[in-house]
């Protein structure tokens, strides 16, 4: 993921300090930036992205051919101060601290997953994985209206904490058919939708078994490696698959330019803010990381540099739980949380048939 020369737009290269989840305080600015000072706490969308190929002007430009993210394309959080696409910065509101402000990329990865997998009210959800973005599903899946809402996790630790959060029920998937376990709980049915947030390619297979006829299948955990697939269980019962990459107009959640226009055409607002993308660190205040003008890069883009609250990694498995957010979460339960056993009626054709 990161290349081994110059990145195209913003000329960096290996060694870089990594870092892609983050918060701080604007430091300098190049030049006048609209609606932000200096001082100003925030956070970023990462992405680097061209602003002008095919995807980018279709508001897709998480996917640009030349796209990258702070920490891989430029130096990252781990620095003292980094610089960070404009069109992605965003002012925090009074009541969110530093620390939960850097968790909005990972939990920005768990909503665009929701939103692609398309989970209304109502639905069964199935999350495969129950680590930092399998929590963030989690919670996104929560806003979106699920009725009943599945995890499989082998950790004790953290299907404890999901269990606190409200989930209807979390597997360990070495003690439990989890397949068979949703199946019966769900109607004999199936989950409308199966998250993958683990990248392992046998788990994506399984998941085209498991989730009902006409369901939905997204992949967003980063995994390499080969899938094989029976082609029948996607043909015969109309089942999807998709896969999400980080995050579109996610870091915050609201406006996408592209949701109420038929494909590629953007207003001169939308086309605004793409171009904004393009605004690299060229004009810092002579420390800390640069970056050179390369390819798309505006020469006269706008520099700013930002002190940075890394997450506490040894945290990450408790970190959606202790938020206010999920403390709010907690005082709406979903579903009902088994604590006898399960059915024991056992499905002659579990979802295939």
């Known amino acids: 993921m990161i290349r081994t020369g110059p990145h195209p737009l913003t000329g960096a290269e290996s060694p870089l300090a990594l870092g892609h989840e983050f918060s701080g305080t604007v430091f300098a600015l190049g030049s006048e930036v609209p609606g932000f000072e200096i001082g100003d706490r925030v956070t970023a969308d990462p992405v680097w992205s061209c602003g002008t190929c095919y995807w980018c002007v279709r508001a897709e430009y998480h996917i640009c051919p030349r796209s990258g993210s702070v920490g891989l394309a430029s130096p990252g959080a781990f620095a003292e101060r980094v610089t960070v696409p404009l069109a992605g910065l965003t002012r925090l509101p009074d009541n969110v601290t530093d620390?939960?402000?850097?968790?909005?990329?990972?939990?920005?990865?768990?909503?665009?997953?929701?939103?692609?997998?398309?989970?209304?009210?109502?639905?069964?959800?199935?999350?495969?994985?129950?680590?930092?973005?399998?929590?963030?599903?989690?919670?996104?899946?929560?806003?979106?209206?699920?009725?009943?809402?599945?995890?499989?996790?082998?950790?004790?630790?953290?299907?404890?904490?999901?269990?606190?959060?409200?989930?209807?029920?979390?597997?360990?998937?070495?003690?439990?058919?989890?397949?068979?376990?949703v199946f019966l709980r769900t109607g004999r049915i199936g989950p409308d939708v199966v998250i993958d947030a683990t990248g392992v390619a046998s788990l994506a297979a399984q998941a085209v078994t498991t989730v009902r006829r006409g369901g939905r299948v997204v992949l967003a955990g980063v995994g390499h490696g080969s899938v094989e697939v029976d082609m029948g269980q996607l043909v015969f019962y109309e089942r999807s698959v998709l896969g999400t990459l980080g995050y579109n107009f996610d870091i915050p959640p609201g406006h996408r330019p592209d949701e109420h226009r038929a494909p590629g055409r953007l207003g001169a607002a939308d086309r605004a803010v793409f171009a904004g993308r393009r605004c690299l660190g060229l004009r810092g205040p002579g420390q800390g990381p640069g970056l050179s003008s390369q390819g798309s890069v505006d020469p006269e883009g706008t520099v700013t540099w930002i002190s940075t609250c890394l997450k506490k990694r040894r945290r990450c498995n408790r970190w959606s739980v202790s938020s206010p957010l999920a403390r709010s979460l907690r005082t709406r339960p979903i579903g009902r949380r088994t604590s006898s056993s399960p059915p024991t009626s056992s499905p002659s054709s579990a979802n295939s048939a």
């Open 99 to 181: 620390e939960m402000a850097a968790l909005a990329e990972p939990l920005a990865v768990g909503l665009h997953a929701v939103t692609w997998a398309g989970v209304r009210p109502g639905d069964n959800v199935l999350v495969v994985g129950g680590g930092p973005i399998g929590f963030a599903v989690v919670l996104a899946a929560r806003l979106a209206g699920a009725a009943g809402l599945f995890v499989s996790e082998p950790l004790k630790g953290r299907r404890e904490e999901l269990l606190d959060l409200g989930v209807t029920e979390a597997f360990d998937p070495r003690k439990t058919d989890v397949r068979r376990e």
